[in-house]
């Protein structure tokens, strides 16, 4: 009998395999662009992939865009950074050196205000928080301008008088969202009711789907949702509805369904920002910007969307973009009915910013809530 | 000789090893993490990049400053305690996959003490948040035990079980009944008094909970090494038959066992949300509870080489976001830690068994 | 005489420490019910899955059909014509039966199965061999004999014609045996040879034509039925050569030790496994007990040393009553055992010698110091044992996997010794042990009783008990068959008890 130990011998076989390999792959590094000036280095941080086609996705679409009007900088990115990781990361890159951090998910919020307490010399931005400190700022949209305006158009387009909302945390900003669209809808059709599912998640396109085909079941014939992925709108395609996206043009994974989009464009407040802080004019605040700074808006409509539906959005659009008016302008009833913003009177900021409770027209609850 | 006859003369036979001598026993894994690097080099040179520079970074990122060593020990700290934990229940052959649960029992309980009584002095509140946090993860720990005890009923599934209910537990009291009322509604708890918190190491992250991880390590090792209660572990790890042979009440050992189990897991619940996020939140464990399995099966369930591995398990996941940052994207990363692991793990089998090329008989 | 089908020869097989099969010829006619008799660890097992291709002999050669083959794999076997219905069945429960029975048959994968005509062709396949099934029906829903039947059928659907059934009437009821019986005839006439693995006499001589008896992993030979009785058998199956002169001479018999007053004890399998036991164990004696393995044995053994509750009756050592009480407390009360399996049970395989020395007093001090063990004290009961009982052992470190199996034995031993016992319970202590270390341990177990120990011996080695045993008990279907002083037992009658075909009368409670 013959008995030998191979371990070794395979070891060896696979190393020498690797090395050859390894000759065959081509090292491309990168010149380092030109030389001279100091760059401003700025990182971004992201909850999710870059590839999500949702919030993530509009992010990376407003560094591109900030890349390209701004000279002299240098951008990177770390994506898939968990909530919990945020100050991990946020430190990282403070020591490599960068002077510019935004962190783009609510959940970097404690995370960042420890980073920013070490390294007061650093300026972080973080998106859709609420704490400061002198070199903390945050950043948010009024989203909810152009969910009302979405909000028009499913009012005007459906036919079953029943829209599906996929939502994704019973959070303020979703629940804000919420109650904007349908006061859009109601304001076109007073019969119609926006019916919420709740999923629980940012990013589970098979979950996320399979809330929209419930929607869809009980009698929905447009399809929203407040998720980073294209799957309710997919599902609205199968069904044959209609679906109005979020985040960003989702049109080419619903190519018939989709009808538009409230979309987040990131891109001019970041070359703003960037541009304060290399003039040194930038100062902490918390900034939420309107419709009118162009931070937030409506993605093209696709052919299905009629001429008078798209003059009537324009109306509300202008009327929003004027200032004169603004979506939570009462009278606002709640779902029981009691009226919870008076006539004339205008929600605050603060209010609207801790909304808890849904307008009348919305079919479902804050899990919650009582 | 053609060559199936060769192929047909031989065989590979798969044996346990009878005694890993300690040089192979240090070699394999070693060599296991010079073969995921190389093939994983292979890899990243195929999709373009210069793999000694992405390596270079990677290992700077994480033990090559004080930073990155102090992120490193941070992860440590809820491996470690999980991972002995883990440990401690599979040398009784109890398969508690529920850490991640008995983690968010842990820090469940511990947030109800700080939250209930934000203005009492540390001296009650520390101990009381520490006490909760075990008795948390603990009470989690037990309820499978139990049933497995007494119903028979198998842990792995119920373990498992329970982490999806810990889970959505604290979800449901972050967003419902323990939202901050100044925190514009979102789910978050309040946070903390002062007094619920710990200092910090210096500038870094590293907080009192090390010397809870470490004493746990000091006193597991102790348990089984060194007392009667480890002895009936380990007696009953190898054979249950054996154990009820020797009169050693099996029943009330996987009781023990599980509540101990339990209560670590739950302790490292307590760490996170007192010395880290100084709040209740949703997804407080990045994994953890999982992750300790691994970390306790590479530290063959010794809890000093458990030690080590969460260490390193740290610095790994420190270094992922640097070679992020050095412009790999997550998915490559997650990739090339994945090929890590699998080697790693394969080469663990090695070290337990051993491949002979056999001569076959009554040939020809 | 009919053609040979198999022909074994002089096969050898070893497993680490144990020679199951040693230069034994096997030969099976065409269209015989060939039935191959041994008591448990005769070699039985081991030398049909050397010929069904699961293990490959050491020594030795297969004929079949006067062919030389090499089996290196059950497929390959059943290539030849041989296949094996085993104990635990080898069916997919969620397929219906022809599914089943498909399984695995078609060389290459077919993409498209026309199931009404396979599940027809099996329906009449089965009818000619007497058997009628239901060939959609889903298999979970089967009772055990019909799951047997489909094992059958699957084998000659394949093409076997020699059959080994392993066990096959240990899952059946009576009536099911004697339809099992008939189709095996009616498969012999039509030209197929049967094995039968057995250690029922009963069966044997009801089905077999032939009977091949193993012992000791050896053929102690081979006979037509026709020309044996069970008396005959018997004394086949269990009678060994003498090979010690250890004699245990005679000594005082003190108060009893151990009392079993009519307990009855349930088996793993819910069956009854012991009936209405009474028996005494005196101080310096030691009871031998006899039996065919599988007759309430274990189970005694189990239950005198806690391991086993009993359902009724009670357990009585040293005056105290013990029924149902905790292992330790047997422990506590001075019951040592040395179990059926050593390595396993007795020791614990992965852990090291000075672990195992203390496994059944280590919760007394001195070995216990407070919460804590006190690893000297171990060490110097471990080294003092391995000296006193003469264990070989390279480091005591090691795992006790590591020692040969008279070493375990005399470690085990060793260890129920050092804990000065009352009453020891040995199980087949010599079993599978060379000559040297079986005389060792039986001088152990003669130095004991001569010391006022009282000894449980239960032993299937008839000369065995003799030698060493003060009295004998005969065990048969969980019934005492009688207790007979051992200086007047004769072999026969002990060979007639053991089958249950003779009772001795005044037998003592």
Known sequence: MLKLRRVAFWVLLIFILTLGLMGCGKSTTQPTASEGKEKLKVAFIYIGPVGDAGWTYAHEQGRKYLEQHVPDIETKIVEKVPEVDGEKVATQLVQEGYKVIFATSFGYMDGIINVAKKYPNIIFLHCSGYKTAPNVGTYFGR?????????????????????????????PEVVRGINAFTLGVRAVNPKATVNVVWTNTWLNPALEKDAAKSLLEQGCDIITQHQDSPGPMQAAEEKGAYGIGYNSDMSKYAPKAFLTAPVWNWGPYYVKVINEIKEGKWKSSQYWGPMSDGIVGLAPFSKAVPEDVRKLVEEKKQLILSGKWDVFTGPIKDQKGEIRVKDGERMTDQAMLSFDWFVEGVQGTIPAKK | MSNSRFVNRFRLRVEKQIHTSPWISLL???TSIVLAL????????????????????????????????SECVVNAIPL?????????????????????????MGAFAASWVALSFPHAPMYLVMPGMLLAGFAGGAVWGLLPAVLRAFLGVNETLTTLMLNYVAILWVDSLVYGPWRDPQGYNFPLTAQFSSAATLPTLGNTRIHAGVFLALAAAVVIYIILKHTVWGYEIRVIGESQKAAKYAGINVVKNILLVML?????????????????THRLQESISAGYGYTAIIVAWLGKLNPWAIMVVSFLFGGFLVGGYTMQSAGLPAATVSILQGAILFFVLAGEVLTRYRICVVERRNDR | MSEVLVDMRSITKRFPGITANYKVNFQVYRGEIHALLGENGAGKSTLMSILSGFYRPDNGEIRIRGKKVNLRSPREALKHGIGMVHQHFRLVEPFSVAENII????????????RREFADRIARFAQSYGITIDPWAKVWQLSVGEKQRIEILKLLYRGADVLILDEPTAVLTPQNVRELFQTLRQMADNGRSIILITHKLQEV?????RITVLRKGRNVGTVFKKDVDERELTRMMVERDVLFCTTNPSHDIGPAVLRLEGISVVGDGGIPALKNLSLEVHAGEILGIAGIAGNGQRELAEAVTGLRPVAGGRVIVGGQDLTNQPASRFIEAGVSSVPEDRLGTGLVSNLDLYDNVILKDYRKPPIRRGPF?????????????????NIQVSDLSYPVRMLSGGNLQRLLLAREISLQPKLIVASYPVRGLDVGATEAVYRLLIELSNAGTAILLVSEDLDELLTLSDRIAVLFRGELMGVVPAREAEIEKLGLMMVGALTVEGRRA
């Open chain 1, 143 to 171: 989203m909810y301008q152009a969910r009302y305006l979405s909000g028009i158009v499913a009012g005007k387009m459906t036919k079953t008088n029943k829209i599906g909302y996929v939502a994704a945390f019973p959070i």
């Open chain 3, 103 to 114: 399984l695995g048959t078609t060389g290459r994968l077919q993409f498209y199965l026309n």
């Open chain 2, 80 to 104: 470690l305690m999980t991972g002995l934990a883990v440990a401690l229940a599979f040398r009784m052959l109890l398969w508690n996959i529920g850490a991640e649960g008995q983690f968010y």
């Open chain 2, 38 to 69: 190389l093939v994983g080099a292979v890899f990243l040179s195929l999709t373009g990049n210069n793999p000694w520079k992405v390596y270079g970074v990677m290992f700077k990122g994480a033990f090559g400053s004080v930073f990155g060593l």
């Open chain 2, 260 to 276: 101990l189990s339990g209560g670590l897991s739950g302790l490292a619940g307590y760490c996170e949300v007192a010395e880290i």
């Open chain 3, 205 to 209: 001589m009801e089905a077999a034509d």
């Open chain 3, 373 to 389: 063990l006190n690893h000297r004290v171990a060490r110097e009961k471990a080294s003092r044992l391995v000296s006193e009982f």
């Open chain 2, 28 to 30: 394999i894994p070693f």
